[in-house]
């Protein structure tokens, strides 16, 4: 195994999730007219499918922090991206909604085991001190992946299958990487760390209510995921090359969605929620208002990625601040929500588009990403307005990401571990 630094295992673990996050899961949208055209697709069978994914990321989330302690981080990681080469592979050769659906399914569980094994290596190979800034490059692979993809759709636009086999190339050479790069350890624990406290009755309250905003979220983005390039083709006349640009100022607006989850942290966390999520709710009714001027409609999408990764990056710290010690739960709950939601809302909006065409539908999920938007208030943030203590706004050294990781690992006496102790640490 080669060793990499800091930074060189941020900008790698970057490139896998950009495999696993972006071209496994989030660009089937992008494909939907030419997959449905050429498989004779409904709308709401593509609901059907198009939640398959997420139902599957939920699952292998469940089972990746035991699967990361028994295989380690590396062993993870190659069976991560064997199951994105097996999805990505079938989609390929797809025939039909079953096989179709088979394909998307096994690209889910690629999806939902990559980020726990590159966190397990992560806590082995990089500095504490640099964990929050690891975590947002990584995070950001997202975004990167959706770029990535935008080329494949201009050029390639009904050459879907084609694509998916390059889909495939590009995740088995991720395969290799991650064998040669990724530890097999699970990861490293200060001699010194105490066990993490109960969960207090507060806890899991806030936990709730930041699960249910998640969710909540999950089910208003699903349209823009799957149907979005579709709404674009049927309603705009948009060509289908044309739609890769959708997914372009996506994934370009979504790279600033780290920077602003992290000032949200560092300010009114309910209130960013309030503003990304009626942004979110805004980008459905812009898209389906102008779908056939391109310059509105990549504005709509650019409005989405900012508003879509501000809120994981938002939820993702939520999480972990929630639960001190417990990185393989706080941060996970509401990754696990918002997946759910949007496997929920998958079919949904199938059936609403179905019985009441695209505008209708997009303009029903705005209205209640609006409604879940009004609710803020009560985002477990550091204003918790249903919180049973007076709620203190943190100190600025206190916020952020890598202070939330900071906070993680705490001694007996209850205190931060310093990153500095560091060389204390043992397996």
């Given at each position: 195994?080669?060793?990499l630094?800091?930074?060189?295992f941020?900008?790698?673990?970057?490139?896998?999730?950009a495999?696993?996050y972006?071209?496994?899961?989030?660009?089937?949208?992008?494909?939907v007219?030419?997959?449905?055209?050429?498989?004779?697709l409904?709308?709401?069978?593509i609901?059907?499918?198009?939640?398959?994914?997420f139902?599957?990321?939920?699952?292998a989330t469940?089972?990746?922090p035991?699967a990361?302690?028994r295989?380690?981080?590396?062993?993870?990681?190659?069976?991560?991206?064997?199951?994105?080469?097996?999805g990505?592979?079938?989609?390929?050769?797809?025939s039909?909604?079953?096989?179709?659906?088979?394909?998307?399914?096994?690209?889910?569980?690629?999806?939902?085991?990559?980020?726990?094994?590159?966190?397990?290596?992560?806590?082995?190979?990089?500095?504490?001190?640099?964990?929050?800034?690891?975590?947002?490059?990584?995070n950001?692979?997202t975004?990167?992946?959706?770029?990535?993809?935008?080329?494949?759709?201009?050029?390639?636009?009904?050459?879907?299958?084609?694509?998916?086999?390059?889909?495939?190339?590009?995740?088995?050479?991720?395969?290799?990487?991650?064998?040669?790069?990724?530890?097999s350890v699970?990861?490293?624990?200060?001699?010194n760390?105490a066990?993490?406290?109960p969960?207090?009755?507060?806890?899991?309250s806030?936990?709730?209510r930041?699960?249910?905003?998640?969710?909540?979220?999950?089910?208003?983005?699903a349209p823009?995921?799957?149907?979005?390039?579709?709404?674009a083709?049927?309603?705009?006349?948009l060509?289908p090359?044309?739609t890769?640009?959708?997914?372009?100022?996506?994934?370009?607006?979504?790279l600033?969605?780290?920077v602003?989850?992290?000032?949200?942290?560092?300010?009114?966390?309910?209130?960013?929620?309030?503003?990304?999520l009626?942004m979110?709710?805004?980008?459905l009714?812009l898209?389906?208002?102008s779908?056939?001027?391109?310059?509105?409609?990549?504005?709509?999408?650019?409005?989405f990625?900012?508003?879509y990764?501000?809120?994981?990056?938002?939820?993702?710290?939520?999480?972990?601040?929630?639960?001190?010690?417990?990185?393989?739960?706080?941060?996970?709950l509401?990754?696990?929500?918002?997946?759910?939601?949007?496997?929920?809302?998958?079919?949904?909006?199938?059936v609403?588009?179905?019985?009441?065409?695209?505008?209708?539908?997009?303009?029903?999920?705005s209205?209640?990403g609006?409604?879940?938007?009004?609710?803020?208030?009560i985002?477990?943030g550091?204003?918790?307005?249903?919180?049973?203590?007076?709620?203190?706004?943190?100190?600025?050294?206190?916020?952020?990401?890598?202070?939330?990781?900071?906070?993680?690992?705490?001694?007996?006496?209850?205190e931060?571990?310093?990153?500095?102790?560091?060389?204390?640490?043992?397996?």
């Amino acid at each position: 195994m080669k060793t990499l630094s800091n930074m060189g295992f941020a900008i790698f673990g970057a490139a896998l999730v950009a495999i696993s996050y972006g071209l496994a899961r989030f660009t089937f949208g992008l494909f939907v007219p030419s997959i449905s055209a050429e498989l004779d697709l409904t709308s709401y069978l593509i609901g059907i499918i198009g939640a398959l994914p997420f139902i599957s990321f939920v699952l292998a989330t469940l089972v990746a922090p035991l699967a990361a302690d028994r295989l380690g981080a590396r062993n993870l990681a190659v069976l991560s991206g064997g199951f994105g080469v097996g999805g990505l592979g079938l989609i390929s050769q797809a025939s039909d909604a079953l096989s179709l659906g088979v394909g998307v399914f096994i690209c889910g569980i690629c999806t939902g085991l990559m980020m726990p094994a590159l966190t397990a290596a992560m806590q082995a190979l990089v500095s504490r001190a640099m964990h929050g800034r690891v975590s947002s490059i990584m995070n950001a692979g997202t975004s990167v992946g959706i770029i990535v993809a935008v080329p494949t759709v201009v050029f390639l636009a009904d050459a879907w299958r084609l694509t998916y086999t390059i889909f495939a190339v590009l995740t088995v050479m991720g395969v290799i990487a991650a064998w040669y790069f990724i530890p097999s350890v699970s990861r490293v624990v200060p001699a010194n760390a105490a066990p993490p406290p109960p969960i207090t009755r507060l806890q899991w309250s806030r936990l709730v209510r930041l699960s249910l905003f998640a969710f909540a979220m999950g089910f208003v983005s699903a349209p823009y995921w799957l149907f979005a390039p579709d709404l674009a083709v049927t309603l705009g006349a948009l060509p289908p090359n044309q739609t890769g640009w959708l997914w372009f100022a996506v994934g370009i607006a979504g790279l600033g969605g780290a920077v602003v989850s992290d000032l949200a942290d560092r300010n009114n966390p309910p209130i960013t929620q309030a503003l990304m999520l009626m942004m979110l709710s805004a980008s459905l009714v812009l898209l389906a208002a102008s779908p056939s001027q391109l310059a509105l409609a990549m504005f709509s999408a650019m409005v989405f990625g900012l508003a879509y990764m501000s809120l994981t990056g938002l939820y993702l710290m939520t999480g972990i601040r929630l639960l001190p010690g417990r990185l393989s739960m706080g941060p996970v709950l509401p990754f696990l929500a918002c997946a759910l939601g949007q496997a929920v809302g998958s079919p949904v909006v199938g059936v609403l588009v179905d019985g009441f065409g695209y505008a209708d539908a997009f303009a029903i999920f705005s209205v209640i990403g609006i409604l879940v938007a009004i609710l803020s208030p009560i985002y477990p943030g550091h204003i918790d307005y249903w919180a049973e203590e007076e709620p203190q706004p943190l100190p600025a050294e206190d916020t952020g990401l890598q202070a939330a990781y900071d906070h993680q690992l705490l001694d007996e006496d209850g205190e931060p571990i310093e990153a500095a102790s560091e060389e204390t640490e043992t397996a």
